[in-house]
C-alpha cells in the first residue's frame, strides 16, 4: 500500500462530523540557508538579511520545502525595520520576499503563502520567544509599557504587510483586529499565563487558552505551539485540547505546532547540540514522529476542538525534517492497515473479498438489479481493481448483467484468481474502445479504477474512460475515492467526475471531505484493539450488513 495514503485518513460518528486537517508548513529559512551555503548568517535580520545579499538562496529554499510542504512562509519572520535605512527599504525587502516566495510557487498553484510577522520577541532580540520572559530592561529603554510596545511593533509591522500585499498573515505572539490573521500565541495582558508552561506537566496550557479565549478577541483564527521541544509536544497539544473543548466557540480555530529541533544551546561552546547517543538522522526521525504523534491527538479525532492542524518546525529544522514529518505522518497511519493484516492476523485477501462484498452491497442497496440491471465495474490495476473484481463476482449472483472493464491486469496471483473466477459467472470483458459504448447501455457504474495510491493525471489506457465518466450521465458508485481524486485534496479542478454515490473503506479519506453525496461506509472488519489504539469513531453497521450510511460532509 502506498505510504501516503493512511496520513489522509478521517474519521467521524454518525452524530458528529468533523474533519479535522492536516497541513505541513516548512521551517527554518535561516538554518536551511545555512546548510546550504556552509556558513553562519550572522546577522540581526537573521534570513531575512538574504534578501538583500542572496535573493536566489531564498528561493532556492522555498522551492525546496515545496517538494514537502503545503504551506510556505516569507523570509520575514526577523525582518526588523529599522535595520533597514528607510521604511522604503523595509518595504521593498518585504515586497521582494513576496516575489520570491511566489515565484517559487508558481509550479505548486494549489499550496499556499503566509506571511511572517514574527514575534514581538525579535524587536528585543533575547530570544524571549524561547523563554517568554521579556527584556523589562527593553521596555525601560523604550519608554513604554509592554502592551503600547507590542501593539506598535506589530502595528508598524503590518503597515510594511499592508504596503506589499493581500496576503493571510502569520502572527507570532499577539493579538489583532485586521483580518485575515492567522494567530499564533496571545498574551494580551503582556504576561505569561503561567510560569510552566514549557514543563513536561503541560497543566497551565488550558491557562494559555483561557487567556487567549477569556478575551472576547473575536474571530481568533489559529493558536499554536512555537520554540518548543518536541518532546513536550504532545502533552501540550492534549493541554491545548482539553482547555479549549471549555469553550462554546462558534468557529473552531486552527492549531499551530512549530517545535524547534530538539537541540540544546551549550552555553560555553556557544554552538547548539544534539543530545549524546544519537546521530543525525536518528534525531531527525525521532523529531518527526514526535511531531506526528502531537498532530495525530487532533487529526485522528473527529470532535476535536481544533478545525485542523498545521505542523511545522522553527529553529534548526530543515527541509530534511519536514520530509521526515510528512512521511512519518503516513507511516503512523499506515500503521492501521499494517495492524490489520500484522497483529489483526488478516490477510490482504480477506480484506479485498469483504471489500468487494460491500462494494457489491452498496450497488445493490442504490441501484436495484429490478430497475438498474446492467452494471458497468471499471477496474484498475491495483487493489482497487482487486476489490472491483470481487464486486463483479458478486454484483452477478445478485442477478445484475455486470459488464467489466479490467484493461490492465494485476501481476498478483491472487487478483489473477479473482479474475479466473469471473469467466463463471457470465461476467462480459470490455475493451478499451468499447468503454463508451458499454458506458451508455449501463444503468449504473461501480468505479473501481483508483484508490488512495493514485497520483498525477490519469495515464492510458484510464484517461478515456474517466473522461467520458465525467461526461456521462450514468448514476457512479465509487469505490474508496472517486477516481482520479487527489487522496488529500480532492477533486482538484474538477478534473475528475463526481459520483452519485461513495463507499469509504475502512475510514473516509481526506480527500473526499467536499463530497455531498450519498455516503457509506465499508470495511467491517476493523477489531477492537485497532479502533482503541487509532481513536477511530466508527458508526455501528446495523444488522449483518456490511455497509452503513454516514451523513454528508458539512463544510
Ligand atoms: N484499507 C482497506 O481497508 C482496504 C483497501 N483496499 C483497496 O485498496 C486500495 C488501494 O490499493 P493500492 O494501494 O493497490 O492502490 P490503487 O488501487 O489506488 O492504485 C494503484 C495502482 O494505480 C496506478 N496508478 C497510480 N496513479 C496512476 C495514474 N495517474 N495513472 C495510471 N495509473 C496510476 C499505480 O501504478 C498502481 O498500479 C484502496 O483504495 C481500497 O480500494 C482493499 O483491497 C482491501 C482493504
Ligand atoms: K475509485
Not at 505546532?257 to 536518528?282: C, F, H, K, M, V
Not at 455516503?519 to 449483518?544: E, I, N, T, W
Amino acid at each position: 500500500m502506498a505510504a501516503e495514503v493512511l496520513t489522509h485518513y478521517y474519521f467521524k460518528s454518525t452524530t458528529e462530523f468533523e474533519t479535522p486537517t492536516l497541513e505541513i508548513l516548512d521551517s527554518g529559512t535561516f538554518t536551511q540557508q545555512e546548510e546550504d551555503h556552509g556558513r553562519c548568517l550572522n546577522s540581526r535580520l537573521w534570513s531575512a538579511a538574504a534578501l538583500l545579499h542572496a535573493p536566489d538562496s531564498v528561493e532556492e529554499v522555498h522551492a525546496k520545502y515545496l517538494v514537502h510542504a503545503d504551506i510556505v512562509e516569507t523570509c520575514t519572520y526577523q525582518h526588523r525595520e529599522k535595520e533597514f535605512q528607510s521604511v522604503e527599504l523595509a518595504v521593498e525587502a518585504a515586497n521582494k520576499a513576496v516575489t520570491l516566495a511566489r515565484s517559487a510557487m508558481h509550479t505548486h498553484p494549489n499550496k499556499f503563502l503566509a506571511y511572517a510577522l514574527g514575534p514581538y520577541a525579535v524587536a528585543q532580540a533575547v530570544g524571549s520567544e524561547y523563554t517568554g520572559r521579556h527584556n523589562q530592561q527593553h521596555e525601560h529603554n523604550h519608554g513604554s509599557s509592554y502592551n503600547e510596545n507590542v501593539k506598535l511593533f506589530h502595528l508598524r509591522r503590518l503597515q510594511v504587510v499592508k504596503a506589499v500585499a493581500t496576503l493571510t498573515v502569520c502572527i507570532r505572539g499577539t493579538s489583532g483586529s485586521i483580518a485575515p490573521l492567522r494567530i499564533s500565541l496571545v498574551f494580551p495582558d503582556g504576561t505569561l499565563p503561567g510560569a510552566n508552561i514549557f514543563s513536561e506537566s503541560c497543566s497551565t496550557m488550558e491557562d494559555v487558552i483561557d487567556t487567549v479565549f477569556g478575551y472576547d478577541i473575536a474571530g481568533v483564527a489559529a493558536v499554536g505551539i512555537n520554540c518548543t521541544k518536541p518532546r513536550y509536544l504532545q502533552g501540550l497539544v492534549r493541554a491545548l485540547d482539553v482547555g479549549l473543548r471549555k469553550f462554546n466557540l462558534t468557529r473552531k480555530p486552527k492549531l499551530t505546532i512549530q517545535p524547534d529541533g530538539g537541540l540544546s544551546y551549550n552555553a560555553q561552546t556557544r554552538g547548539w547540540e544534539l543530545p549524546s547517543s544519537t546521530d543525525d538522522s536518528e534525531q531527525v526521525e525521532k523529531w518527526a514522529r514526535l511531531v506526528a504523534d502531537a498532530a495525530a491527538v487532533v487529526i485522528n479525532d473527529t470532535t476535536s476542538p481544533f478545525s485542523g492542524i498545521v505542523a511545522g518546525g522553527c529553529f534548526k529544522i530543515v527541509v530534511h525534517h519536514i520530509e521526515r514529518l510528512r512521511n512519518a505522518c503516513s507511516a503512523r497511519a499506515q500503521n492501521l492497515d499494517q495492524d490489520l493484516m500484522g497483529e489483526g492476523g488478516y490477510t490482504l485477501e480477506q480484506l479485498m473479498e469483504l471489500a468487494g462484498l460491500a462494494c457489491a452491497q452498496t450497488v445493490q442497496r442504490l441501484y436495484p438489479s429490478h430497475t438498474h440491471k446492467q452494471v458497468l465495474v471499471a477496474a484498475g490495476p491495483g487493489n482497487q481493481g482487486g476489490d472491483g473484481l470481487v464486486a463483479a463476482r458478486h454484483l452477478s449472483l445478485f442477478g445484475y448483467k455486470a459488464l467489466l472493464f479490467y484493461p490492465k491486469p494485476s501481476k498478483n496471483q491472487f487478483v489473477q484468481q479473482l479474475d479466473k473466477q469471473l469467466d463463471h459467472f457470465s461476467v462480459q470483458r470490455i475493451q478499451a474502445e468499447d468503454f463508451e459504448g458499454a458506458l451508455h447501455q449501463s444503468t449504473v457504474v461501480l468505479d473501481a479504477i483508483f484508490g488512495f495510491s493514485f497520483k498525477g493525471d490519469p495515464r492510458p489506457p484510464f484517461d478515456g474512460p474517466i473522461a467520458a465518466l465525467k461526461d456521462s450521465d450514468r448514476p457512479i458508485v465509487s469505490v474508496d475515492i472517486p477516481s482520479a481524486w487527489d487522496v488529500e485534496k480532492g477533486n482538484v479542478n474538477g478534473k475528475s467526475f463526481t459520483p452519485a454515490a461513495l463507499l469509504s473503506l475502512t475510514a473516509p479519506k481526506l480527500g473526499t471531505r467536499s463530497f455531498t453525496g450519498t455516503h457509506y461506509l465499508g470495511g467491517r472488519f476493523v477489531p477492537q484493539y485497532v479502533v482503541d489504539k487509532y481513536d477511530l469513531q466508527l458508526p455501528v453497521y446495523p444488522g449483518a450488513d456490511q455497509i452503513v450510511e454516514i451523513p454528508p460532509t458539512s463544510f
